[in-house]
């Protein structure tokens, strides 16, 4: 039987409840991406920063929800020459919430999904199939 987190909140959901949802949604992940990564830390974040802006050549940092960050990259496209062997899955709070608030959705289901879609992305699973994980995901969790 999967335990589910139900919050509440009457109040914004702060960078510590997001990650709390995050993680939990992190041992839960569709197989396939499980077995993508070996070590995933996740972080949560307010809002991008200006380098990963520009580094993304974002028009609005309000449209990034997710970033992952492989081992070996400091940045899109630059390597690290210092040994950490765990990627790291960033997530945008603010953006986050902005989208639970705009769309009304869970704001689990929300949190997942940013989840599946960037590891999925990083990973070059197609469109279809980052689809059809996150419904079939989705389907799993109720």
């Known amino acids: 039987m999967n335990q589910q987190i139900i919050m509440s909140f009457s109040v914004p959901p702060s960078a510590d409840d997001v990650l709390v ?11 396939e991406l499980l077995e993508a990564f070996e070590e995933l830390v996740v972080m949560v974040e307010e809002i991008p920063d200006e380098t990963t802006e520009a580094d993304l050549d974002l028009e609005d940092p309000f449209d990034l ?19 950490n062997d765990n ?33 999925a992305n990083n990973f070059d699973f197609s469109d279809d199939d980052i689809e059809e994980m996150a419904g ?7």
């Open 65 to 83: 929800l997710a970033l992952y960050k492989s081992a070996k990259e400091v940045s899109p496209g630059v390597e690290k020459t210092t040994a």
């Open 21 to 31: 949802i995050a993680n939990a949604q992190l041992e839960i992940l569709p197989e």
């Open 87 to 119: 990627d790291v899955l960033i997530l945008y709070r603010r953006p986050l919430l902005d989208s639970w608030c705009e769309t009304g959705e869970d704001l689990t289901q929300i949190i997942r999904d940013a989840m599946i879609e960037e590891i």
């Open 136 to 142: 079939r995901h989705y389907q799993g969790m109720l």
